[in-house]
């Protein structure tokens, strides 16, 4: 099984959000997010289960993706002025970005406690409330 969430953001695109997440179950969209509503949706009837088991789900989660949105649009400020560019689609500089993440220890452990341990328990949730759809 999986679970993926797939980040876009982009800086002066006409008619398209700057910042757009999906998020998907074993390759079906169960959420979107951007930054025009600001806001967590299901794409998926049984994702409304997660806010019965904790009734703050959506807004708990719309907030940590405005969070995650603001700190995308300063890294895109940051690659802007750095390469001299103006709007557009923009493309991590992997080199650069995987030496100033391996100095942040802090951030390592939370995203290996993330990826270890709270990824598996959402996806086991996920896979439960979705279990007629997913296991077909």
Not at 15 to 27: A, K, L, Q, R, T
Not at 74 to 83: C, L, S
Not at 87 to 107: C, E, M, P, Y
Request: hydrophobic share 30%; proline share 3%; aromatic share 12%.
């Amino acid at each position: 099984h999986s679970l993926k969430y797939f980040y876009t953001a982009s800086s002066d695109v006409p008619n398209f959000p700057e910042f757009v997440v999906v998020g998907m179950v074993d390759g079906v969209q169960m959420v979107h997010y951007d930054s025009n509503t600001q806001r967590l949706v299901p794409k998926q009837d049984w994702m409304n289960k997660a806010a019965e088991t904790l009734p703050q789900y959506w807004e708990m989660q719309s907030g940590n993706l405005i969070g995650t949105q603001q700190t995308y649009k300063a890294n895109i400020d940051i690659v802007k002025q750095r390469f001299n560019q103006s709007g557009g689609v923009h493309v991590n500089q992997a080199v650069i970005t995987k030496h100033k993440w391996d100095s942040d220890t802090a951030l390592n452990e939370q995203k290996k406690h993330y990826y270890t341990q709270t990824c598996i328990e959402w996806l086991k949730k996920y896979l439960d409330y979705g279990k007629s759809t997913l296991m077909r």
